[in-house]
């Protein structure tokens, strides 16, 4: 089955610094990206996804690559601000009905 | 509009308690799912459910029986509650028949074993 890994379980930056998480997935089948906020009490949040066509999207401070020969994916957060402490958890699916996979999360701290 | 509800929020109960956990969406979404969240953040897909039906089904204890009245709805019944129970559960919701659609959470039920 498929296995996320993701790097590194915790972040510290000062605000207004980027922020980047990375991860790796072992399905090559695998087409499907999302990218969740999981703030405190909450659920998990999608702020972003890829899909395997596209190597690149972004969404205000926001952004996600995707690197399908090496299998990895990484989120990039520019002029973090406070509000986006939270953990940040990656996945990969291959699509349709089949399972979402997560990776182990990583709680991002944005220093005031 | 709460789109993914789920109760309790907070489930404190005895070891070897039956309890269940109701979770209901108004988004009309198709697919459901039950996560376990535990101590360290982990989430693992429990359950799956597309149109009252069961897609997936983890390798979890079957003291756990996922039960769906109609696609809205995706109820967890535990039987024999257990220590090692103890976490966060998630209910979430998509709509399954399109390829890659983004699943939407609930805030969690923390069930904690006394």
């Known amino acids: 089955g498929e296995n996320v890994e993701q790097h590194p379980s915790t972040l510290s930056v000062q605000e207004g610094d980027s922020a980047v998480i990375k991860c790796t997935y072992s399905d090559s089948a695998s087409n499907y990206f999302p990218w969740y906020k999981q703030e405190l009490g909450k659920g998990p949040q999608l702020i972003i996804d890829?899909?395997?066509?596209?190597g690149e999207k972004k969404d205000q401070r926001i952004a996600v690559t995707l690197n399908k020969t090496a299998k990895h994916f990484s989120l990039h957060i520019t002029e973090t601000q406070p509000e986006d402490s939270a953990v940040y958890f990656c996945?990969?699916?291959?699509?349709?009905?089949?399972?979402?996979?997560f990776g182990t999360g990583t709680k991002l701290q944005v220093i005031p | 509009d709460t789109a993914v509800s789920q109760t309790p929020k907070y489930l404190v109960t005895q070891m070897g308690n039956d309890k269940s956990i109701k979770c209901e969406q108004n988004?009309?979404?198709?697919?459901m799912y039950w996560y376990k969240q535990d101590s360290k953040k982990f989430l693992k897909i429990m359950f799956s459910y597309n149109n009252k039906e069961l897609i997936i089904n983890e390798t979890v204890p079957n003291r756990f029986s996922p039960k769906s009245p109609d696609k809205a709805h995706l109820n967890l019944h535990i039987n024999s509650l257990e220590l090692g129970d103890s976490a966060v559960y998630f209910c979430?919701?998509?709509?399954?028949?399109?390829?890659?659609?983004?699943?939407?959470f609930g805030d969690g039920t923390r069930l904690s074993i006394l």
């Open positions: 988004l009309g979404h198709d697919t």
């Open positions: 996945a990969a699916s291959r699509g349709g009905y089949q399972k979402v996979t």
């Open positions: 979430a919701s998509s709509q399954g028949q399109g390829p890659n659609q983004p699943q939407h």
């Open positions: 890829i899909r395997s066509n596209v």
